[in-house]
């Protein structure tokens, strides 16, 4: 049982193009949120987080949206530049246990110039 | 480079067999934790240790344990292999808010 979902297994954008990434979730005690990006031969590195205490929060180019009635969020980036052709994992974890990060299967983004 | 460091890079052993993976966490910082990422699926939480103890547990098999050392490095021990254990192995430092991972173990059994 997938409790969070990244519905679309790959993405492709423009350069200078705004890129959204979606991540669904089914758990309500999810409390925490988090984006990872993932280069081949690497491991992920922390990109973005969110409490559920908030719906927005920004980085720079990276914006990440939270949806708790729908329990969807979503990572925008603005402009998209091919450096950002990596994969990305959306990550949660409940508040029962935070250490008990959940990821989802990520999304492979390409970035064309 | 993150600062957590992993050995060895490359593990090919055949089914039955018994390895152990090796982490050593960002200087300062006492948490590891364990994931398992198999072919086109996300990272699967293993197990999470702090300072030496074991505090979050996930869906780790019964043949896999692990353990956190005094200087904080952390084996991952996985015996009676399956071809169903070969993946990609990544242990990570820091918090459950940020975590800096390893470049981790790829495991192939055949």
């Known amino acids: 049982d997938q409790q969070v979902k990244q519905n679309s297994p790959s993405l492709s954008v423009q350069e200078g193009r705004i890129s959204i990434l979606n991540c669904d979730y089914t758990?309500?005690?999810?409390?925490?949120f988090l984006w990872y990006k993932k280069y081949p031969a690497e491991g992920p590195t922390f990109l973005i987080s969110?409490?559920?205490?908030?719906d927005k929060n920004e980085d720079g180019r990276f914006t990440v949206f939270l949806n708790k009635s729908a329990k969807h969020l979503s990572l925008h980036i603005v402009p998209s530049q091919p450096g950002d052709s990596a994969v990305y994992f959306c990550a949660a974890s409940p508040k029962t246990s935070y250490d008990k990060v959940i990821f989802g299967p990520g999304t492979s983004l390409s970035v064309i110039p | 480079d993150s600062g957590v460091t992993q050995t060895p890079k490359h593990l090919i052993t055949a089914t039955g067999q018994r390895v152990t993976l090796r982490c050593s966490p960002r200087s300062g910082d006492l948490s590891v934790y364990w994931y398992q990422q198999s072919l086109d699926q996300g990272l699967q939480f293993l197990i999470h240790?702090?300072?030496?103890?074991?505090?979050a547990k996930g869906n780790i098999l019964e043949r896999f344990s692990a353990q956190q050392f005094p200087d904080l490095h952390s084996e991952l021990n996985l015996s009676s292999l399956e071809l169903g254990d070969s993946a990609l192995y990544f242990c990570?430092?820091?918090?459950?808010?940020?975590?800096?991972f390893g470049p981790g173990t790829r495991l192939t059994v055949l």
């Open positions: 990570a430092s820091g918090g459950y808010n940020e975590q800096f």
């Open positions: 240790y702090y300072n030496g103890e074991e505090r």
């Open positions: 758990n309500s005690m999810f409390d925490y």
């Open positions: 969110i409490s559920s205490i908030k």
